[in-house]
């Protein structure tokens, strides 16, 4: 079975800092890994994802992440924070096979302070 | 990216009644759609494989016979909330994938219902 771990519940930065969201997978076989953006009341924006290739993956709104085989890790990350990337963020795997649902992890607050 | 909208964004409703959530796939057909319950400051739960054409597929512990998907067609799946109780109140949110690409592509998802049962 799939699962995702996010070990942080909020992460807090100043404006202008880097970011980082951490994120560890466990899965059978190849993983494709997710990062989505969720706004209050509102569903799942895509912001990146891992198939295969380049470890480093860039995504929307200055959003990258890198996949890390060895250590089961798709951190995400920013390099200067902005105001409005506060939200929440989810990491999401499903396995290479079929149309199967994404699992998703519980989530990280972030919160960038003016 | 292909767009799924789900309607309504929010409902209230009172106890006992049943309430209908719809998500289509605007711009794609899909045989496979999945619905997701989420509470608050918590992840998606995963509670059902809605298939087009055929019985969907439930996730252990939610009950087949409260929350009835309906896939009539390939761009509509519909989640009916019968008999609601205020225990039932929470977001939920529909995605799918468009088929006809190939299979490494993201999911994308509804804007999500917000359901209050009083």
């Known amino acids: 079975a799939q699962s995702v771990a996010q070990p942080e519940d909020q992460v807090n930065v100043a404006e202008g800092n880097p970011l980082t969201v951490k994120c560890t997978y466990s899965?059978?076989?190849?993983?494709?890994l997710f990062w989505y953006v969720q706004y209050p009341n509102r569903g799942l924006q895509f912001l990146l994802k891992y198939i295969t290739g380049d470890n480093l993956v860039k995504g929307s709104y200055g959003f990258e992440a890198e996949f890390n085989k060895s250590q089961t890790s798709f951190h995400l990350k920013k390099p200067s924070a902005l105001v409005s990337d506060s939200a929440l963020y989810f990491c999401a795997v499903r396995v290479n096979r079929g149309n199967t649902p994404l699992v998703f992890g519980k989530g990280t607050r972030l919160s960038v302070i003016a | 990216g292909a767009v799924v909208s789900q309607h309504p964004s929010w409902v209230i409703c009172k106890s006992g009644t049943s309430v209908k959530i719809e998500c289509r796939s605007l711009d794609f057909q899909a045989t496979t759609m999945f619905w997701y319950r989420q509470f608050p400051k918590q992840s998606l739960m995963l509670m059902a494989t809605?298939?087009?054409?055929?019985?969907?597929?439930?996730e252990q512990g939610v009950e087949k016979d409260k929350f009835l998907i309906n896939h009539a067609s390939l761009t509509l799946s519909t989640l009916t909330v019968t008999s609601a109780h205020p225990e039932d109140s929470s977001f939920y949110i529909c995605?799918?994938?468009?088929?006809?690409?190939?299979?490494?592509?993201?999911?994308?998802f509804g804007q999500g219902t917000r359901l209050t049962v009083v």
């Open positions: 809605s298939n087009e054409g055929s019985k969907a597929t439930y």
């Open positions: 995605s799918a994938r468009d088929p006809g690409t190939q299979m490494n592509t993201e999911a994308f």
């Open positions: 899965v059978s076989g190849n993983p494709y």
